[in-house]
């Protein structure tokens, strides 16, 4: 099975990656466990987590299609398939759950196999979405429903009263992930998920948006995510080399945790992230899909 350049982002830590992702989830939790709930999938349905990460989204998937639904969850990675078996560990819905090896484009299951297909930050990745629609497509049976989320399909607001920093540290964000983009900006795809949707023949489709809105005082979920992985990660040192001198002294004074001038501990700070649902219906009678 072949295994595409888009589903290895990250790849080059896989635990640090994994903290990585499992920091995203637990910050989205109470936004996403609410977009399930509200696509009312139907209980006993059997559905696939396609790119599935640490198996969050998969557990809370599970917990919305009842005890007679099952979920299967597809990674590329045998490294990330065994974080997943074991973030599900012993939970209530871990008999309802498996995890295989697997690529979005190559999908290893038969025709008119689930009832319904979720793929969570993952398609802006691939190079070709439209492929990857088409399987989703091929397994799902007549009626079946895709469901794309996207994060940040307008950008996030994390430096509130600081406009002009965070656009320049966004456009190092796009120049530094240009390498793995291509000529369109992760940004630009995710945008295009509708277009890429019709492409394959899923003509209507319906966009549904969430607002994940943080405070002072931050949770521990909020806090983790945006120091470590916003602050740390994406706009750490790794875009020092595609800011100004002015605009590094500024980041640092903002988001470095021993700075006086650090912005999480403000009695003022608040942050706002975009979540994205686009969801789609196949013919209730079969189709050919080419």
């Known amino acids: 099975m072949a295994h595409h350049p888009q589903h290895q982002h990250g790849a080059g830590n896989?635990?640090?990656y994994s903290v990585t992702l499992e920091r995203m989830n637990r910050f989205q939790e109470p936004e996403v466990r609410q977009a399930i709930?509200?696509?009312?999938?139907?209980?006993?349905?059997?559905?696939?987590d396609v790119g599935c990460g640490v198996g969050l989204y998969a557990l809370w998937l599970a917990a919305a299609v009842g005890p007679q639904g099952r979920v299967l969850g597809l990674e590329p990675q045998a490294e990330r398939v065994a974080v997943a078996q074991h973030q599900v560990g012993d939970s209530r819905a871990a008999?309802?759950?498996e995890f295989r090896q697997g690529d979005g484009t190559a999908?290893?299951?038969p025709d008119q196999s689930c009832d319904w297909v979720w793929c969570s930050d993952?398609?802006?990745?691939i190079p070709d979405p439209v492929l990857a629609l088409k399987e989703f497509m091929r397994v799902l049976r007549p009626g079946g429903r895709i469901i794309i989320k996207e994060s940040q399909v307008a950008q996030a607001l994390f430096l509130?009263?600081?406009?002009d920093l965070e656009r320049q540290l966004q456009r190092a964000e796009i120049a530094f992930n240009r390498h793995e983009a291509g000529a369109r900006s992760f940004q630009e795809r995710r945008q295009r998920t509708p277009e890429s949707m019709q492409q394959p023949g899923l003509?209507?489709?319906h966009l549904r948006t969430y607002i994940v809105q943080r405070q002072a005082p931050l949770d521990a979920a909020a806090r983790a995510y945006i120091q470590h992985t916003v602050f740390e990660r994406n706009w750490g040192p790794r875009l020092r080399g595609l800011l100004d001198s002015r605009d590094w002294q500024e980041r640092t004074a903002l988001c470095d945790a021993t700075s006086p001038h650090y912005l999480l501990t403000r009695p003022e700070y608040y942050c706002l992230y975009p979540i994205s649902v686009f969801s789609a219906t196949t013919a209730a009678t079969s189709m050919s899909i080419t």
């Open 95 to 97: 008999g309802r759950l």
């Open 122 to 125: 993952v398609l802006h990745h």
């Open 107 to 109: 999908l290893p299951l």
């Open 14 to 16: 896989s635990a640090e």
């Open 203 to 205: 003509r209507t489709w």
């Open 160 to 163: 509130p009263g600081y406009p």
């Open 37 to 48: 709930a509200d696509l009312q999938l139907p209980l006993g349905s059997y559905g696939l």
